[in-house]
């Protein structure tokens, strides 16, 4: 099948990190020169096989092959000499300084008495500017740029790198139109140079302007790579979802109570970006003892819907909410507990997790009043109070005096949802509660949730992999770049229809 | 993933298990740093009563109990207070000017209220002193507020706003005194004189600071390991956007905290004035700010929040003012001269002792590369020149040959086992 040498072959690439197999035996052959598309959803391994190609982790097995000899990357300066480059999602850049320090960061161009030679890079930085066509003056502050300017800062420095082989991470997830279609033009330009493009996205339409080739990751293994013209958007996002979902599905025989929570023309504003909303016109309604489940790609508004539920948003949102038929407007987390909302946080380490507080303390954390003995906290009535919880979830643990750093990511966020249980919620709200978490515990989670929606509670849940919500959800809510896209009932929803109104932005 | 599939009770993760690093290591109620710094005082006591030439502890066993009790007890008061913002994740670099402006308050008022007694060096009577006390607690809680304000509502970092009234209050008590003195006296001054019998009794009587140091550390400790608002301060500091997201008004608990943090140092500022029968702003407890959170360190509070113990700061204040003391007695000379260079050698030997033990598990060097042989000579030369002003030239060239040595066997060794 070789037609033209290969830029980059990665052959067999495995690699593990505790509890996951995050790549198993992936082979990813780049022919020089072309636009070569990554498609899979989150979590399919796309980014730590990029991570590998990049030199930010070695792979436990497998070969790497850079312009045909093998090549071990230590570190990304190696995979800089090698002729990589890669554009983060999450764009690495000191704000603080002016743009062309920034493209020449860490290989200063030196002058006269070895000080930094500002007029060259600045000169040089104009040049590669004004081939991307893009306005930035080299001497402007970085953090001042938009995002989508911010982009092209990263892919100058790629170009002065003279990179041979650039990887771009869902590089338009935060660009509007016309940027997204400057960047594509670049990309075109970059391709005359004789460049070879890797370009990780799941938006179909990009994808099949763009690619050439396209190679398609599911659960960490390769599924195929094909010619654009050999395939459909269709059969791609089929690929990408298609997976055996035939496993047991929570939802039958869940009965459905009151409706607890009414949300209509919900909108949060975001003042400094160029949509301008982060959340437009929401309108949903939440039973007792059922799963709203909402899907959207990273950034369509899924934490922010919750955090907004919650109390917890920073911008003042307009609409109206509505629990058991009341109007509640929660202007901090404590008037969402106190009326028996809880909310299980997205990112468990940063934003739920208290690492100086042990097993006990960080369950009993929202319902100390209970462990007061004659005003002043009790030790005893609070491990009774944590033991209950632990007890219920399951969760596996030396002790309730243990760390709660020393317990799995699955069993962390047991105790969470148990501190949340203790403060007898009638709405849980549960922001991607299985991320980063091995499979077996994610089935204890599931059942664990069943569980409660089946005692009454009324449950959202979003979640980043589509599997999950349908094997949790009652109905299911798709946002796309803060809009609703679709709603749909379990029984009419598949992957592949979630994906579609999930991409529809 | 086929995560339905699975038996729902064969999930957990071997780590979880593997080794369960509890969290109470503790015995009779102090953990093992503790007990350390426990060892650290008898050890520094003994050292003192053995090296002293005037062999005061044995001679003067009382003097020197009670020098070291009313010192401890002045730096611990507002130590504890450190303590709780340092808990909190915040600093506060305000409360040495806390305490002048809290000794100003106070002698201004009584000023203000009995000026011919004050100015006749008469008893003023126990209402005016309650009023005088009373004026400092309470400028303490506005200071508190002030910085919980800047904090939480201009959003400033707690570094920059108790930065701005270390500054700042200092200057204002000395420009309180003066216009106050011009208003009332026949003379602006830049201090007051304070003779009431009350403050006198309380400079004679050291068990009064001691214990209001004793009842402040039961208060503090109940505080933070038996009430609700402890809790959500340890909560706050470990993590505080999830204290945020866990219901807890952070804004408030800062509030209390900083609030806590001014008070205590008022309260401190009292006793700086009964001590020194003088409210004195332009140099009354400057500098002891940092005496304060040396001792809140050196007593294990981590300054990124959330971990600290009352009886970890008590001790940290202990250690230090025995240290203190054991310079002044063995070399002869006033304790201020050496009181920072202690305190800051203190500091740094205290925290790198917490530290060796990830050191040497890391594989980490203590004297790295060209940086570390820098170090050696460095730290040689300080030990030697501090060496030669305390014990004399020989003394001094001794000791800095000694440190070099021993820094370049530490070298040495390093560089061998990195090797291997």
């Known amino acids: 099948m070789t037609t033209a040498p290969f830029a980059v072959r990665m052959l067999g690439i495995t690699k593990r990190f505790p509890g996951v197999v995050a790549l198993d035996d992936v082979t990813l052959e780049v022919r020089r020169g072309e636009i070569h598309a990554i498609c899979g959803e989150n979590g399919a391994g796309k980014s730590t096989l990029m991570k590998i190609l990049s030199g930010v982790y070695s792979p436990d097995s497998g070969v790497l092959e850079i312009d045909g000899a093998a090549t071990r990357f230590a570190g990304t300066r190696d995979a800089e000499h090698a002729g990589i480059a890669i554009i983060h999602q999450e764009l690495a850049l000191v704000e603080d300084l002016p743009v062309a320090a920034n493209v020449f960061l860490g290989r200063e161009r030196r002058g006269a008495f070895g000080l930094v030679d500002d007029r060259s890079m600045e000169e040089e930085c104009g040049r590669l500017f004004a081939q991307l066509e893009c306005g930035v003056s080299p001497g402007d502050r970085t953090g001042s740029l938009r995002v989508g300017d911010q982009q092209l800062v990263e892919i100058a420095k790629a170009l002065s790198l003279e990179a041979s082989v650039v990887v771009m991470d869902e590089p338009t997830s935060a660009l509007t139109e016309s940027e997204s279609a400057r960047l594509e033009r670049t990309i075109q330009r970059l391709v005359a140079r004789g460049t070879t493009i890797l370009y990780i996205s799941h938006k179909m339409d990009e994808v099949f302007r763009l690619a050439d080739r396209i190679t398609v990751l599911r659960d960490g293994r390769h599924v195929r790579t094909v010619d654009k013209t050999a395939t459909t958007p269709r059969e791609v996002t089929g690929w990408m979802v298609g997976r055996d979902i035939a496993g047991h599905e929570f939802h039958h025989g869940r ?251 | 993933m086929a995560a339905t599939n699975t038996n729902p009770s064969g999930g957990s993760s071997p780590a979880a298990q593997g080794s369960p690093r509890l969290r109470r290591t503790s015995w009779f109620g102090l953990r093992s740093g503790e007990w350390a710094l426990v060892a650290a005082i008898v050890v520094a006591v003994l050292l003192t009563g053995l ?89 303490g809680f506005l200071v508190g507020t002030l910085h919980a304000w800047l904090i939480t509502a201009v959003r400033l970092p707690p570094f920059i706003a108790t930065l701005a009234t270390l500054v700042g209050l200092r200057s204002f008590a000395r420009a309180l005194c003066e216009s106050a003195t011009h208003a009332l006296t026949p003379t602006k001054s830049a201090l007051v004189n304070v003779y009431d019998p009350m403050f006198k009794a309380v400079r004679e009587n050291v068990w009064v600071p001691v214990t209001v140091f004793i009842l402040l550390a039961l208060f503090t400790w109940v505080l933070l390991t038996r009430t609700v608002l402890g809790r959500h301060i340890h909560a706050l500091g470990g993590n505080e956007q999830a204290a945020r997201l866990a219901g807890i008004r952070t804004e408030n608990v800062k509030w209390f905290a900083y609030c806590f943090g001014a008070m205590t140092a008022a309260l401190a500022g009292l006793f700086y004035v009964a001590n020194e029968s003088v409210a004195q702003p332009v140099n009354q407890g400057r500098g002891h700010e940092l005496n304060a959170i040396a001792a809140a360190v050196v007593g294990g509070c981590s300054l990124s929040g959330g971990v600290g113990t009352v009886p970890g700061t008590v001790l940290g204040a202990v250690f230090l003012r025995v240290v203190i003391d054991a310079v002044s007695k063995i070399i002869k000379t006033g304790a201020d001269v050496y009181e920072g260079l202690i305190v800051g050698v203190v500091v740094v030997i205290a925290v790198t002792f917490s530290q060796l033990g990830a050191l040497a598990k890391g594989g980490r060097q203590l004297l790295p590369g060209p940086l570390g042989l820098c170090a050696i000579p460095t730290l040689a030369l300080l030990a030697g020149s501090i060496a030669s002003m305390t014990a004399g030239r020989n003394g001094g060239i001794a000791t800095g040959l000694g440190a070099l040595l021993f820094l370049g066997l530490v070298r040495f060794w390093e560089s061998r086992r990195t090797a291997t």
């Open chain 1, 255 to 505: 009965p459905r109570g009151a409706k607890i929570l009414e949300v209509r023309d919900l909108t949060l504003p975001w003042p400094e970006h160029p949509r301008g909303y982060r959340l437009k016109d929401i309108s949903l309604d939440l039973h007792a003892g059922e799963i709203l489940g909402v899907a959207g790609l990273m950034g369509a508004g899924r934490t922010e819907l919750l955090e907004v539920l919650f109390g917890a948003a920073d911008d003042t949102w307009t609409g109206t909410v509505c629990l058991h038929g009341d109007s509640v407007r929660f202007r901090h987390p404590r008037e969402a507990c106190a009326a028996r909302v809880a909310m299980v946080t997205e990112d468990r380490k940063r934003l739920g997790l208290f690492p100086d507080l042990d097993v006990t303390g960080n369950i009993s954390l929202c319902s100390l009043g209970e462990a007061l003995r004659g005003g002043f906290l009790s030790r005893a009535a609070e491990e009774q109070l944590a033991a209950g919880p632990v007890r219920d979830t399951g969760v596996k643990t030396p002790g309730l005096h243990a760390a709660i750093t020393g317990l799995s990511g699955g069993n962390q966020q047991k105790c969470i949802i148990g501190r949340w249980l203790l403060t007898r919620p009638e709405v849980l709200l549960l922001d991607d509660p299985t991320r980063g978490i091995d499979v077996g515990a994610k089935a204890e989670l599931y059942s664990l949730i069943d569980r409660l929606c089946r005692q009454g509670l009324g449950v959202i849940l979003t979640s980043s992999e589509l599997p999950e919500l349908l094997t949790l959800a009652d109905r299911i809510l798709v946002l796309a770049e803060g809009k609703v896209t679709a709603e749909m009932t379990r029984a009419e929803a598949t992957e592949a229809r979630i994906m579609e109104a999930a991409t529809a932005g």
């Open chain 2, 51 to 139: 090296v002293d030439s005037n062999h005061s502890y044995f001679k003067l066993p009382w003097q020197s109990l009670t020098d070291i009790a009313r010192n401890t007890s002045l730096l611990g008061i507002f130590a504890l207070g450190a303590t709780v913002v340092i808990i909190a994740g915040g600093i506060d670099l305000s409360s040495g000017s806390m305490i002048a402006l809290s000794g100003t308050v106070c002698a201004t008022t009584m000023l203000a209220l009995a000026p011919k007694e004050m100015m006749g060096f008469k008893p003023v009577g126990p209402a005016v002193v309650a009023a005088g006390v009373a004026a400092a607690l309470l400028t």
